[in-house]
């Protein structure tokens, strides 16, 4: 065991996921989006951005409503789903922000499986990508090849294979002059922000432990029993109706919400990859048909010695919680929902609160992006929160201890040939994992 943690020893830096194995060299390119911004003192308007959507659901709807609200000069310019009801939600957003939606009429909103192509080349500055998540990764490709800025949604991957996919593709981004930016929001959120800059400063000396958790009161979108499948309806289609409930299109909830309790724990441990992880986890209110878990526990191992920890439940009647304890060797902080505190000798010495940063997140996207600068958050961090996820779940669903090594060389990809799927694609999941059972691939 020595051994490996002196092999991994440098992983342990800052950034390491994105400058080791996983990525590989950055290709060149040049930015087809430069557009210069208009100094204020010759009071000439901004540049507009035409923004883009690929899935208007909830998720979809509010980034659209977050970039407006960020610049005043963008405008929603085209809209993609593979669900045409969805196009409804278009009237909303045209009541609330009065002349800033132009779709010619129509002709810019696009629906199937190929309208995030059709959003790329519409005439987008910028595409927002909300759509199911295992479409990400060949979307995010898409968008960045026709040189756009792209927004997309965590999770951007669901597998290993899924997350060298993004990771090289956000490496041609930076080299052409595109920013991205990843729906991890709590990084955003401004007293987090702040109290995270305290902990660097060292108020409560080095840090040593870090415990996550995010509970919530039930299974977002929960099947119902398959029974009642409308007839006629294809596999494929009902499990996009409820894709929470699928590994194969969610990630487990390991990837779809608590992932933000993840990225958190990563992000106060200093964004280093932990060398190993042993975990548990179950299904203790299962739901027919379905295949992710409801709980899970993981113990994260450093190669400098520290720990870190994360617990995750979504089970209706429970005890809500989305909280951080960071341990240091002068003192702690805490953080819980919307407060935080900091602790040294007993005594608070600094409190904060806040709501979560979508505005926030969108407006340094933003800014970077009219001062003609890169905003690139997946190759800063995010991809090394994903990993942890990703290692965390493989650890829990198989009951093995699980390295660093061995998680980023997975083969395992959960949903083979997206680019080819229609309604029409024979959906089978596979079985729940089970601990002991279930083995690493």
């Given at each position: 065991?020595?051994d490996?943690?002196?092999e991994n020893?440098?992983?342990?830096?800052?950034?390491?996921?994105v400058k080791?194995?996983?990525l590989?060299?950055?290709?060149?390119?040049?930015?087809?989006?430069?557009v210069?911004?208009?100094?204020?003192?010759?009071?000439?308007?901004?540049a507009k951005?035409?923004?883009g959507?690929?899935g208007?659901?909830?998720?979809g709807a509010?980034a659209?409503?977050?970039?407006?609200?960020?610049?005043?000069?963008t405008?929603l310019?085209?809209v993609g789903?593979?669900v045409?009801?969805?196009?409804d939600?278009?009237k909303?957003?045209s009541?609330k922000?009065?002349?800033r939606?132009d779709?010619?009429?129509?002709?810019r909103?696009?629906?199937g499986?190929d309208?995030y192509?059709?959003?790329?080349?519409?005439?987008?500055?910028?595409v927002?990508l909300?759509?199911?998540p295992?479409?990400?990764?060949m979307?995010?490709?898409?968008?960045?090849?026709?040189?756009?800025?792209?927004?997309?949604?965590?999770?951007?991957?669901?597998?290993?294979?899924g997350?060298?996919?993004?990771?090289e593709?956000?490496?041609?981004?930076k080299?052409?002059g595109?920013s991205?930016?990843?729906?991890?929001?709590w990084?955003?959120?401004?007293?987090?922000?702040?109290m995270d800059?305290?902990?660097?400063?060292?108020v409560?000396?080095?840090?040593?432990?870090?415990?996550?958790s995010?509970?919530g009161g039930?299974?977002?979108?929960r099947m119902?029993?398959?029974?009642?499948?409308?007839?006629?309806?294809?596999?494929?289609?009902?499990?996009?109706?409820?894709?929470?409930?699928f590994?194969?299109?969610?990630?487990?909830?390991?990837?779809?919400?608590?992932?933000?309790?993840?990225?958190?724990m990563?992000?106060f441990?200093g964004?280093?990859m932990p060398?190993?992880c042993y975990?548990n986890?179950?299904?203790?209110?299962p739901?027919?048909?379905?295949?992710?878990w409801?709980?899970c526990n993981?113990r994260?191992?450093y190669s400098?010695g520290?720990t870190?920890?994360?617990?995750?439940?979504q089970i209706k009647?429970?005890?809500?919680?989305s909280?951080d304890t960071?341990l240091?060797?002068?003192?702690r902080?805490?953080?819980?929902?919307?407060?935080a505190f900091?602790?040294?000798?007993?005594k608070?010495?600094?409190?904060?609160?806040?709501?979560?940063?979508?505005?926030q997140?969108?407006?340094?996207?933003?800014?970077?992006?009219?001062?003609?600068k890169?905003y690139?958050d997946?190759i800063?961090?995010t991809a090394?929160?994903?990993?942890?996820?990703m290692?965390?779940?493989?650890a829990a669903?198989?009951?093995?201890?699980i390295t660093?090594k061995?998680?980023?060389?997975?083969?395992?990809v959960?949903?083979?040939?997206?680019?080819?799927?229609t309604l029409?694609?024979?959906f089978?999941?596979?079985?729940?994992?089970?601990?002991?059972k279930?083995?690493?691939?």
């Amino acid at each position: 065991m020595s051994d490996q943690s002196t092999e991994n020893q440098s992983l342990s830096s800052r950034r390491s996921f994105v400058k080791k194995g996983a990525l590989g060299g950055a290709a060149a390119g040049l930015s087809t989006l430069a557009v210069p911004l208009v100094s204020a003192a010759e009071k000439e308007p901004k540049a507009k951005y035409k923004v883009g959507v690929v899935g208007l659901g909830g998720r979809g709807a509010g980034a659209v409503a977050n970039i407006l609200e960020a610049d005043s000069d963008t405008v929603l310019w085209a809209v993609g789903d593979v669900v045409e009801k969805r196009m409804d939600k278009i009237k909303g957003i045209s009541k609330k922000f009065s002349g800033r939606v132009d779709t010619d009429g129509g002709k810019r909103e696009f629906v199937g499986f190929d309208a995030y192509q059709k959003v790329i080349d519409s005439g987008v500055d910028i595409v927002l990508l909300t759509t199911t998540p295992n479409f990400r990764p060949m979307q995010f490709e898409a968008a960045v090849a026709a040189g756009k800025h792209v927004f997309i949604e965590k999770p951007f991957a669901l597998d290993i294979p899924g997350l060298h996919s993004v990771v090289e593709t956000a490496k041609k981004a930076k080299a052409a002059g595109q920013s991205v930016l990843t729906g991890l929001v709590w990084r955003y959120t401004p007293h987090l922000m702040d109290m995270d800059k305290r902990l660097k400063d060292g108020v409560i000396g080095d840090i040593v432990n870090v415990s996550s958790s995010y509970c919530g009161g039930g299974r977002p979108n929960r099947m119902p029993d398959p029974k009642f499948k409308p007839p006629g309806m294809s596999d494929m289609e009902w499990a996009l109706r409820f894709w929470q409930n699928f590994l194969e299109l969610s990630g487990d909830g390991v990837l779809e919400y608590h992932i933000h309790g993840i990225d958190r724990m990563g992000w106060f441990m200093g964004d280093q990859m932990p060398v190993r992880c042993y975990a548990n986890g179950a299904n203790i209110d299962p739901v027919l048909g379905a295949n992710n878990w409801d709980s899970c526990n993981f113990r994260y191992e450093y190669s400098d010695g520290r720990t870190a920890s994360f617990f995750g439940r979504q089970i209706k009647g429970t005890y809500a919680d989305s909280g951080d304890t960071i341990l240091g060797t002068k003192g702690r902080a805490v953080a819980k929902g919307s407060n935080a505190f900091i602790e040294v000798d007993g005594k608070k010495i600094w409190e904060g609160k806040s709501g979560l940063g979508y505005k926030q997140e969108h407006e340094i996207f933003m800014k970077h992006i009219r001062e003609g600068k890169v905003y690139n958050d997946v190759i800063d961090y995010t991809a090394n929160s994903h990993a942890i996820a990703m290692m965390g779940r493989t650890a829990a669903y198989t009951g093995q201890l699980i390295t660093d090594k061995q998680i980023m060389a997975s083969e395992d990809v959960l949903l083979k040939d997206v680019k080819n799927l229609t309604l029409e694609t024979p959906f089978t999941p596979r079985e729940s994992a089970v601990p002991g059972k279930t083995k690493f691939l």
